[in-house]
């Protein structure tokens, strides 16, 4: 049996070596791997639970057209998602277009000209810098009146409790806090520790909105920031929550005026959730959403299994392969141009569609680097399914998250060990 699984890696590329290397690596992580499986037990659970709740019936999966009037099956999956993530309310929407829009559409329906936003957290995700005006655009809140003001953590990743305290002022409306680090390097956040921050920005001042980006998080743990008093959380459907099966959309959960603010920026005002066809993406919406606990788990355990393979090998890794984990990023820094790309290509040969392309570092539009990426995705630049990016700079960091199911993050990781082993990048021990 291991030896007919041996030679079955053998045929897909992967050599005795690195395998070997993999199986012992893998052994030591099952209390780890124990722990993942028991989050995502939970969760099962409570999607379960929430589908159930409300009544989900055959009806919900039909397709709607035209204005999108009484479409049950979305009016159920926002009530779904509402209780299975604690919130009055939701909008799930096939019309948001990605995260970025989902933020988007909650900042500029929930803020008027003359209102300031708050990140307690330092620089937001790089997309966001245009939504807000950080970086002038066209269309940005900045352009609306609405100014920002921004407090960064302080060297040891703690909240700067002072700054906030002096940052909030009468203009102070709403509160953005991004659970996941990006591309940065500071820690991602725990829910416990959002739900502090929260409770101290309340405490200045309890009518503030505290808005969560939740990118990449959801069901990581047990519970969400929704639980721990947020009164927005906002994220994509092509990461945790759409299970792999979702093929565009968004969420916003939260208090009830605050979605419907948002669902009025959506649509228009006076429209708000009342419009909007779902045109047959509702089956997908809900399957996803069943599949997303374990779907999430299994995009942890490679990231974990990811963490180990590398830190043994001597590469820094964030987190680490011993830390806990609030979201499904793996950061690795590789330390060359070569390392990068050959990592990369391990990924991108991996993958079940366009396994036979070899991705070349380019100039992406907004970055300030050559940047090379690997995706070999049934849903285009789903971050959910295995994937993997990296600026052409020091310190040569690749950022890996994703896999819909275990064995093929596993894959992955294992056929990324491959190339720099083959291009004699790496010594095994
Ligand atoms: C992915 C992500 C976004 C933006 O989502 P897109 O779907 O790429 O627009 C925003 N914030 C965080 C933390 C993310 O991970």
Redesign the pocket.
């Known amino acids: 049996m291991i030896n007919q699984k041996a030679e079955m890696y053998e045929k897909i590329g992967i050599s005795r070596e690195v395998w070997e290397y993999g199986e012992h690596t893998a052994e030591r992580l099952s209390s780890r791997f124990q722990q993942i499986d028991e989050t995502a037990e939970y969760n099962q659970l409570k999607v379960i639970r929430a589908m159930q709740e409300n009544r989900v019936s055959e009806a919900c999966l039909y397709a709607s057209s035209g204005y999108g009037y009484n479409d049950i099956g979305r009016d159920t999956l926002e009530k779904v998602y509402a209780s299975a993530f604690s919130t009055e309310d939701a909008l799930v929407r096939p019309q948001i277009a ?4 989902a ?1 988007a559409v909650a900042l500029s329906g929930n803020l008027r000209p003359g209102d300031e936003l708050l990140s307690p957290v330092g620089k937001p ?1 790089d ?2 810098e245009e939504v807000i005006g950080i970086r002038p655009s066209n269309g940005s809140l900045a352009e609306y009146g609405v100014s920002y003001r921004q407090v960064d953590l302080l060297p040891d990743g703690s909240f700067d409790y002072e700054g906030i305290r002096k940052a909030v002022n009468d203009k102070t409306k709403l509160v953005t806090i ?1 659970r ?1 680090k ?1 591309y940065q390097t500071r820690p991602t956040l725990s829910v416990q520790r959002i739900g502090e921050l929260i409770r101290f920005i309340k405490s200045i001042r309890p009518d503030l909105i505290c808005m969560v ?1 939740n ?2 998080g959801e069901f990581v743990e047990e519970q969400e920031p929704s639980e721990v008093g947020a009164d927005l959380m906002v994220g ?1 459907l ?2 945790n929550p759409g299970g792999g099966l979702a093929p565009i959309g968004g969420y916003i959960a939260g208090r009830r005026e605050y979605v419907e603010n948002a669902a009025y920026r959506l649509t228009s005002p006076g429209l708000g959730k009342e419009v909007g066809a779902t045109l047959g993406v509702n089956q997908s919406f809900y399957q996803g959403f069943f599949l997303a606990p374990s779907v999430t788990a299994a995009a942890l355990k490679g990231a974990v299994f990811a963490a180990n393979i590398y830190e043994r090998l001597g590469f820094p890794v964030l987190p680490d392969g011993k830390e806990s984990r609030h979201d499904i990023i793996q950061a690795v820094t590789l330390g060359s141009p070569e390392a990068v790309i050959a990592f990369c290509r391990g990924i991108q040969a991996a993958a079940p569609v366009d396994s036979y392309v070899a991705p070349e570092p380019w100039a992406m539009p907004g970055y300030d680097s050559d940047v090379i990426m690997a995706a070999g995705a049934f849903v285009q630049g789903s ?1 959910i399914e295995l994937s993997a990016d990296g600026p052409i700079k020091p310190p040569y960091a690749v950022y890996f998250q994703g896999g819909l199911t275990w064995a093929h993050a596993k894959l992955g990781i294992l056929m990324s060990l491959q190339k720099l082993w083959e291009a004699n990048l790496v010594v095994l021990p």
Request: aromatic share 12%; with cysteine; net charge neutral.
């Open positions: 990605c995260g970025t829009h933020l995700y997309t966001l991004q996941s990006g980006d990118c990449y994509s092509i990461k971050s």
